[in-house]
């Protein structure tokens, strides 16, 4: 396979890395876990409740926990989407109304919604300008869009201590995510999240890399080593207005 089948973009790998839940879910898990510092979905969550929205749209709702928080705690009517069926069945499970479908075509019309929301997706986009557009056409005048994502150099330590280095440019970034959303936002500004993953045993590297999309071989190379290991974080979320 050559190094575009492993790009974050690429649609045959997100359909097969979304179809189940388990590796998500486990990378999720002992991130949550093992995070110290700032909480990216804190922020982002923060971000959709202090507008105080009545009816909230969220891109790419994974299992659907995020969603069901702005349920309970915001008391917003809240969508759900995913492109994975696996995904919307499982928000479903929870009570709330979802649907299979793709953010580039979203199926609803316009200014149906107070606040759209995308945590950790955009990258995951061919067409993000078309997505971002498809996110302002469901929002109403003045409201609001939140989306989080990743820098660059996200847990680029982690990669460094295995000896496999890599050069990442996202197609959606910490760096390159405002001009983008300025083509269809205003007064777009950003939030960063940033902490320090550690590391304290092999094993819970070892789990961590192994649930990663693009490089889980390396969970092989792990070493044995008695120091925990700290692995710097950075996320970005993105606050606009239409």
């Given at each position: 396979?050559?190094?575009?089948?492993?790009?974050?973009?690429?649609?045959?790998?997100?359909?097969?890395?979304?179809?189940?839940?388990?590796?998500?879910e486990?990378?999720?898990?002992?991130?949550?876990r093992?995070?110290?510092?700032?909480?990216?979905?804190?922020?982002l969550?923060?971000?959709v409740?202090?507008?105080?929205?009545?009816?909230?749209?969220?891109?790419?709702?994974?299992?659907?926990?995020?969603?069901?928080?702005?349920?309970d705690?915001?008391?917003?009517?809240i969508?759900?989407?995913?492109?994975s069926?696996?995904?919307?069945?499982l928000?479903?499970?929870?009570?709330?109304?979802?649907?299979?479908?793709?953010?580039?075509?979203?199926?609803?019309g316009?200014?149906?919604?107070?606040?759209?929301?995308?945590?950790?997706?955009?990258?995951?986009?061919?067409?993000?300008?078309?997505?971002?557009?498809?996110?302002?056409?469901?929002?109403?005048?003045?409201?609001?869009?939140?989306?989080?994502?990743?820098?660059?150099?996200?847990?680029?330590?982690?990669?460094d201590?295995?000896?496999?280095?890599?050069?990442?440019?996202?197609?959606?970034?910490?760096?390159?995510?405002?001009?983008?959303?300025?083509?269809?936002?205003v007064?777009?500004?950003?939030?960063?999240?940033?902490?320090?993953?550690?590391?304290?045993?092999?094993?819970?590297?070892?789990?961590?890399?192994?649930?990663?999309?693009?490089?889980?071989?390396?969970?092989?190379?792990?070493?044995?080593?008695?120091?925990?290991?700290?692995?710097?974080?950075?996320h970005?979320?993105?606050v606009?207005?239409?």
């Amino acid at each position: 396979m050559s190094e575009e089948d492993f790009k974050l973009d690429n649609p045959m790998l997100v359909r097969w890395e979304f179809a189940s839940e388990e590796r998500l879910e486990k990378r999720n898990a002992i991130y949550r876990r093992l995070v110290e510092g700032d909480n990216a979905e804190e922020v982002l969550f923060a971000a959709v409740k202090e507008f105080a929205p009545t009816r909230v749209l969220e891109v790419g709702c994974g299992a659907g926990g995020m969603a069901e928080r702005v349920r309970d705690e915001v008391g917003a009517q809240i969508v759900a989407v995913d492109s994975s069926e696996r995904m919307v069945e499982l928000t479903r499970q929870r009570g709330i109304e979802s649907y299979v479908a793709d953010v580039q075509e979203l199926p609803f019309g316009d200014g149906e919604f107070d606040c759209v929301f995308a945590g950790w997706v955009l990258y995951h986009v061919l067409d993000r300008a078309r997505a971002i557009s498809e996110c302002a056409r469901v929002l109403r005048p003045g409201g609001r869009f939140a989306t989080a994502t990743l820098s660059d150099e996200n847990m680029s330590d982690l990669w460094d201590f295995l000896g496999s280095p890599r050069d990442r440019i996202l197609g959606f970034s910490s760096s390159n995510g405002a001009e983008q959303l300025e083509q269809c936002f205003v007064n777009v500004h950003t939030r960063e999240a940033n902490g320090v993953v550690v590391f304290a045993t092999p094993d819970d590297m070892t789990q961590f890399v192994s649930a990663n999309i693009t490089r889980a071989h390396l969970a092989a190379v792990v070493p044995e080593f008695t120091e925990p290991v700290q692995v710097r974080t950075h996320h970005t979320i993105f606050v606009a207005d239409k």
